[in-house]
């Protein structure tokens, strides 16, 4: 029996090691290896071995049938000669359940991880997880928590002398800053991670540049968006980062668009869903089957615009995300009152008004009565126009206060000193950007020289 072990692990090792050549014959005889020796009933710690191996050798190519493999080797018994993979196996399904949009289950798989590592002392897992669990919580729009892991994970890389992580960390902090609109912190977090990462991690520097190129585009600095996107995907490109190119060919579809080239959005954007499909991340492919619908907004084809909402709608249902449904439910009833079909379009507000109040987001639920007070006016039924549009005013008034009493208590204690200030810190920032750029630049010249 031991024989018998002994030659099923060399088998697994074996077949494990051809996996390193880079053709697709070479995985399908890998994978069928395995599942050869799962039907001969292995011991479980091989079996576990080969469950884990079939989920990863899955995951870029069948991320649904991944899951099924990793489930199979947690159902398997915990044993200490291989509980660093056991974590790791949970740490996969928690990155696959983000993908999918599953936050709740990507967040509890990420914490079944860190308990684990806990229990061993596997410092460098339990850092991993709880960047697992702050990303969870980011996406959930609970940036507190989301910052509080974070920073959790930060001393465990500064402990482990892991840099990477810890560039990958302030990427992550740095993102938690952009959702709460500081921009500056945002922004200087994102540089931080640029100069740990522009010599040992080109797919984490190729992150940082995408990030910062976010930043650029929102403060409507179309041009240095599009240099550092682009730098983002050539790295990204060469590194064979699916879910960076992705994004930056989303990015850049949305810094066209603002620059009113719908022909180079519609590119941009036509790519990234193309990947976001292949990668099946469900949440991105309907971000960016909204924008394309925009994109036929703008240009008047409703027609072509209502499909790519149906299946944006379809997509954030099937991830029950209410913000993003209550968003395509928005577009529709737009594009119905456009076609002048306005019992449509008010069946598709109702709906978007019931999602928003879900979500908790007043915004689109004072575009909703908006909407819907423009609809009555148009079949001249003023009585009900007006009751809407009271509401669509109660809502801004309340929203217009709100965001008045912040911004007045900010101005009050930093008007003095922050303009002149946030202009010195982002000339500052630009500029060691421009060394960063400048010493990949040699970097290259070395390289190719």
């Known amino acids: 029996m031991f024989l018998l072990d002994c030659i099923m692990i060399g088998k697994i090792f074996t077949v494990v090691f051809i996996v390193l050549a880079p053709c697709a014959f070479a995985q ?72 999918f949009g599953l936050y709740d289950s990507s967040v509890l798989m990420h914490r079944n991880a860190f308990f ?34 974070f920073n959790q994970a930060l001393p465990l890389f500064i402990e482990l002398k ?8 302030y990427i992550l902090l740095g993102n938690v800053s952009l959702n709460e609109n500081d921009y500056p ?91 976001y499909r292949q990668m099946a991340d469900v949440r991105n492919e309907s971000e960016i089957a909204h924008s394309i619908g925009n994109i036929y907004f703008d240009r008047g084809g409703y027609k072509e615009a209502s499909t790519y909402y149906y299946l944006s709608l379809r997509l954030s249902k099937r991830i029950n995300n209410s913000r993003m449904i209550a968003h395509s439910y928005s577009a529709l009833g737009n594009t119905f009152y456009s076609l002048k079909n306005y019992a449509r379009s008010l069946a598709y507000i109702d709906s978007s008004l019931v999602f928003s109040r879900l979500s908790k987001s007043p915004y689109l639920e004072m575009d909703a009565y908006e909407l819907m007070s423009g609809v009555y006016e148009s079949q001249k039924k003023y009585e009900q126009a007006l009751y809407f549009l009271q509401k669509f005013s109660t809502i801004k008034d309340s929203i217009t206060q709100a965001e008045n009493k912040t911004a007045t208590q900010e101005l009050e204690a930093k008007y003095a000193n922050s303009k002149k ?11 060691l950007l421009k060394n960063i750029s400048l010493k990949q630049s040699r970097t290259l010249e070395i390289a190719l020289g």
Not at 126 to 147: E, K, P, V
Not at 162 to 169: A, S
Request: hydrophobic letters at 40%.
């Open 28 to 99: 399908t005889f890998v994978q069928d290896s395995l599942l050869s020796i799962l039907k001969t009933n292995p011991q479980e710690d091989i079996a576990f071995a080969a469950y884990q191996k079939l989920g990863e050798l899955s995951t870029s190519v069948n991320p649904h049938q991944a899951t099924v493999y990793f489930l199979k080797a947690l159902s398997l018994p915990l044993r200490s000669e291989y509980s660093k993979e056991f974590t790791q196996c949970y740490q996969s399904l928690g990155d696959l359940y983000h993908t």
């Open 116 to 149: 684990l590592a806990q229990k061993f002392q596997y410092k460098k897992e339990m850092g991993l997880a709880l960047q697992g669990i702050g990303l969870g919580f980011l996406r959930l729009q609970n940036a507190d928590s989301a910052r509080f892991y």
């Open 185 to 275: 912190q945002s922004l200087s977090l994102f540089i931080k991670a640029a100069n740990f990462l522009e010599h040992s991690d080109p797919v984490g520097l190729a992150r940082a540049y995408v990030n910062i190129a976010n930043i650029e585009n929102i403060l409507d600095e179309q041009e240095k968006a599009l240099e550092y996107s682009q730098r983002a995907l050539k790295l990204a490109l060469k590194n064979n980062s699916q879910a960076i190119v992705a994004y930056a060919h989303g990015l850049r579809g949305r810094v066209f668009r603002k620059l009113k080239k719908q022909n180079e959005a519609l590119t941009e954007y036509q790519q990234a869903i193309s990947l």
């Open 421 to 431: 200030q946030n202009e010195i810190e982002l000339l500052q920032k630009d500029q």
């Open 162 to 169: 892991e840099p990477i992580l810890e560039g990958q960390t």
